[in-house]
C-alpha cells in the first residue's frame, strides 16, 4: 500500500481528454481511481511507478483516467464569493491589484444603500483601499468604473481562468493534459 507521505492522486478527465475541472482541479484518491477502474468507468491514460497488491492480483495506480461517459458541465456556474474572484481573475476590478482571495473584498457597483442588488451583474472584486474609496458612491460620481463590466459568467470562462492558476501538486504526468498550448507556446 502506498505510505502516508504520497498520495498518488489521480487526475480526472473528461471524455474529451479535458479535465473535469480546472479550478479545483479534478483530482481523485488513489482508491477511488482504483475502485472506477474496476468498475470500468475510466480508462487509464498514464500510471506512477507504485503499485498496489490484493490477494489475486497487483496494479499499477494510475495517474491520470479518462471518464468513458462524457460528463455534461453546468453551464451557469453558481454565484459564489469564490466564483466572482475566479470571473475577475483575483484582480481589484478599479486598480487591476491582484491578490490572493482573503486580501480581496466585493464592491456593489451599485451600492445596496441606493438600491444596487447582490447579482453577478452588480458586484466585483475589490482591493480594501478601492472599496473604501468608492464608499456608498455610485460609479459617475466617484470617477470608478470596473474594468469589464459585470455579468455572469459561463463556466467555460471561469475554467479558463481557473487555468491560469495551478494547483500545489502536480504529477509530470499531468502536464500534457493541463498544459498543451502553454508547452507549444514555450
Ligand atoms: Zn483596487
Known sequence: MPDGGHHFPALVLNADFRPLSYFPLSVWSWQDAVKAVFLDRVSVLSEYDREVHSPSLTIRLPSVIALKDYIATSRRPAFTR????????????????????????????????????????????????????????LPKECRMFPLSTPCQPTTWALQENGRAFPPNYLHQSWRDYLYWDSELES
Open 82 to 137: 469564490f466564483n466572482v474572484f475566479l470571473r475577475d481573475a483575483f484582480a481589484c476590478q478599479y486598480c487591476r491589484a491582484r491578490a490572493p482571495a482573503p486580501d480581496l473584498t466585493f464592491d456593489h457597483v451599485i451600492p445596496r444603500s441606493r438600491g444596487g442588488r447582490t447579482t453577478w451583474e452588480n458586484v466585483v472584486t475589490a482591493c480594501g483601499a478601492c472599496n473604501l474609496r468608492k464608499g456608498s458612491r
